[in-house]
């Protein structure tokens, strides 16, 4: 496969992935008032563990349960149990669509680190012009307040930057091992943070939530195997800004379980960091080309 076919599959991907995790998201607003973080996030992984620890077992040997370079599995996996777990927290106090902007943050933070931490393309006065738009926009979109939202918007800033350094980890990581094993030792690192916090955290279910909990399970499932494929065919600092796709699912997501649209200052912050990350993408892709 050339490498302008692998990038743009490796955007398809990104883009169906951050979609569908928008849908497993609006599930656990749903449930928010009844499930803890914790136990969303320990439903998530410890699913994937179960289910993939198996067909990893018959195709590639118990040897492949373990994680190479286990250091960085267990940072992989602490940053997006602290990303989603703050995005989780986040949606507590703001809609859907509202907390995804403000997560918009992390492809301008993978952009500006990509060059120095996996040796990427390194920044240009163009891209550095665009992050720096970029984070205007995110500021329109936060607006600093002591009103009630305010710590909602600030939460989900720290899950942005956790989940920064999850999409640098993947690219770190994306050859050490097959897809179906990466997808697991993520799971596997993620539970093994997750599996202490339970005792402390975890939230009775009841029979009444089991399909909405394993549509959740499901649907996190699919995100999370398609975003690690997406990261082992192209560059981190190409595809993360990709991730606005997910404001369009989550803006319909929200309309059609909570009636609610972002406002006219968020919309405005969501044009300005959209049209900073589609330029950077389309940048590296035209780079890419002509390399």
Known sequence: MSPYNRTSLGIFLFV??????????????????????VTFLSIQYMFLVILLSIPITLYFGRSALIPPRPWLQLLR?????????????????????DAIAVVFVSPLIVTTLSPFLLG???????????VLVGFIGVIIIVQPSFTGQTPGYLIALGS??????????NRKLS????????????????SFFLLPLLF?????????????????AIFSAIGQIG?????????????SPFIYAQIIAATAVGYYLFGA????????????????????ALREIKLEQNN
């Open 175 to 190: 050859q050490e091992s097959p897809l179906i094993c990466s997808v697991f030792h993520t799971a596997l690192c993620a």
């Open 120 to 130: 990427e393309r390194p920044l240009g006065a163009r891209r550095i012009m665009a």
């Open 227 to 239: 975003m690690i494929a997406a990261f082992r065919l192209a560059a981190a600092n190409i595809i």
């Open 261 to 280: 649209i972002p406002d006219k200052m968020t919309w405005f912050g969501i044009l300005i960091i959209v049209g900073a990350g589609i330029y950077i």
């Open 77 to 97: 996996g602490g940053s997006a149990c602290l990303g989603i777990g703050f995005y989780y927290w986040s949606v507590h106090f703001i809609h859907i669509a």
């Open 16 to 37: 169906g992935a951050v979609s569908i995790n928008a849908v497993k998201d609006g599930i656990s607003k749903l449930l928010s008032a009844e499930i803890t973080a």
């Open 160 to 169: 942005g930057f956790f989940i920064s350094f999850f999409y640098l980890l």
């Open 200 to 216: 402390f955290y975890a939230s009775p279910i009841h029979q009444s939530q089991l399909p909405l909990l394993a549509s959740f």
